[in-house]
């Protein structure tokens, strides 16, 4: 009986370390230490032998044997349990790591690109930069362009005014226009500049228009200018920024502070047009204002509008998608 106990053991035993799966085991072990298997009926062949030494005998070696195949399930089943929970982890790993490793350069702000492109465009046109504050008095926003208060031509601009000093009397700036007023209080002519910059108006948002948006004003101020000056630097700079195949044309219009006013538009390649800003003579009660002689000096100005420049230039459909922060849409420049 102890060479059929051993045979009975060592079957399991191998039938245990052969198991590849947690089921394989737990079937192996029904079928060796179940109420049917082999190891049982030798248990119930215990009864038939003779003396109660015997049976004692092989009663213990039968429990060595049964605790000798449990020890052995119980190892197997560890490491199989172990080897299939790698298994499980490894085909549900999901990979939350970014597409690239290195961080990526990004890129400026679209708008901030095509401000730094006019400024190199019209430094080398020989302009200087000047810069005025985004918090304005009305008197610079409107007044000493020409606008005494309740002058019609002020309802052109959706004013808002912030909560200071008298009522009315300080503005978020409409436009960059004021920034023509405190060169021409500061600085004796010739004067050659640009300021670019931001602005607020209360408009609400759609494709070409945003309450806050950004200009470029431009302002000479010399002896002898004339309207062909004008019209001669915003060709010349039509072609510096958009390229060879655009053009532009000046359209009469109404400005305040410009005598004559023209309306700028680009023609684009495909022959379509598109309105980038106002222009014209800076008038002559404009120059007295700010302590310049109009009979010695004249000059002209422009404000063109940035963000629409850069959609232009990009091809963007819709200005409020240059401020949705979206990467998606980042990412196509
Ligand atoms: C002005 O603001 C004048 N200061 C321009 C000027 C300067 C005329 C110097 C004469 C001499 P206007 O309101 O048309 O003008 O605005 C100029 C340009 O700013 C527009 O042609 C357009 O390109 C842009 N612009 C105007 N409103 C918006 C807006 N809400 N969102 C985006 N761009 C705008």
Known sequence: MIDEIEQCR??????????DSVDVLEQALGEHLGKRGPL??????????ATVDEKKAMGQRLNEAMAAVGAAA??????????????????ERMDLTE????????HAHLVTEAWERLEDVFVGLGFKIAEGPEIETDWYNFEALNMPPSHPARSMWDTLFVDHGAPGSTVLRTHTSPVQARVMTTQEPPIYVVAPGRVFRNETADATHMPVFHQIEGLVVDRGISFADL????????????????TSRLRPSFFPFTEPSAEFDIRRPDGSWLELGGCGMVHPNVLAACGIDPEEWSGFAFGFGIDRMAKEYHGVDDLREMYSNDIRFIEQF
């Open 74 to 91: 119980d190892e197997r089943r560890m490491a199989l349990a172990a080897g299939e929970r790698a298994q499980l982890l490894e085909s």
């Open 10 to 19: 060592d079957a399991a035993l191998a039938a245990v370390r052969g198991a």
């Open 231 to 246: 019209a001669g630097t915003i060709e010349a700079f039509t072609r510096a920024f958009f390229g060879p195949g655009f």
């Open 99 to 106: 597409h690239q490793r290195e961080p990526r350069r990004g």
């Open 40 to 49: 049982a009926s030798l248990k119930a062949r215990l009864g038939t032998l």
